[in-house]
């Protein structure tokens, strides 16, 4: 705590108070530094670790080093599952969808399509393993997770990390607290804690008459706490732990 008030108040610090700082009845004392890296202390006494420039920078080296591994290597099966999509129902082979990235700045993020055309948009949910929006080429690669591949792009291109909160469409970011938001302070990944806990979230959402409120009551808050878990102790270790964890909850 003592720590936090002196990198706000010290004029040679390079953290400045963030504007709730300047409400007297604000719960929390917030710190942004000018560039990305911040601490917040939170009203759950949370106090969030710097994220140095030396994990920001190993991280970024790893996201690119396996995502130009994986394409190279995987070139000619990701073209087989582009003319298997092609060839088993209309439209394009690669889905594209507006999603919130890092600092709540939407993006354009890419999957295999899995989905007959114009289904997407009706429900962002998927609703059991046999929705029926789904294709049959469809069901294999979500049921391995081969249609987030086209993901890699996003990593080469900044937008994403090979580990980080999955990101979400703005109509549930919408409904996001304040608190909640500070998750939109870290790249949103590919793979994380919430999509090893959630791998069978679709069967699960299957289960309830109003999915969409379960989801929004139920599954969303603890994905972002289970983001929470990963920004509080971001190291290269829990990045290879996460991938690792992803595979070995993905071939289970």
Do not use: W
């Not at 690669?141 to 994403?160: A, G, I, S, T, W």
């Not at 999915?211 to 509080?232: D, G, T, V, W």
Request: hydrophobic share 40%; proline share 5%.
């Amino acid at each position: 705590m003592k720590r936090l008030y002196a990198l706000v108040l010290n004029p040679s610090s390079p953290y400045r108070p963030h504007k709730e700082v300047q409400n007297s009845g604000s719960p929390g004392i917030y710190a942004r530094r000018k560039a990305s890296d911040f601490y917040i202390y939170s009203p759950e006494r949370r106090l969030y670790k710097e994220q140095t420039e030396t994990v920001f920078s190993a991280t970024r080296f790893f996201d690119i080093a396996i995502s130009v591994v994986c394409l190279v290597a995987l070139l000619p099966f990701l073209l087989a599952i582009a003319l298997l999509i092609k060839a088993t129902s209309k439209g394009p082979v690669v889905f594209a969808q507006q999603r919130v990235g890092k600092n709540n700045k939407d993006f354009r993020f890419y999957k295999f399509r899995t989905m007959y055309v114009n289904n997407a948009e009706k429900n962002f949910l998927t609703i059991g393993e046999r929705d029926k929006r789904i294709t049959p080429v469809g069901v294999f690669l979500r049921r391995f997770k081969l249609d987030e591949l086209p993901q890699l792009y996003n990593v080469l291109n900044n937008e994403m990390s090979i580990v980080g909160p999955r990101p979400e469409v703005r109509k549930y970011v919408s409904l996001y607290t304040d608190a909640q938001k500070e998750m939109l302070n870290l790249k949103p990944g590919i793979t994380d804690y919430a999509s090893i806990a959630f791998v069978n979230e679709s069967a699960l959402l299957a289960k309830h008459r109003d999915a969409e409120a379960y989801y929004i009551k139920e599954i969303m808050p603890l994905k972002i706490e289970l983001n929470r878990k990963y920004a509080e102790d971001k190291s290269l270790k829990n990045y290879f732990t996460i991938i690792l964890k992803t595979f070995f909850s993905i071939a289970s």
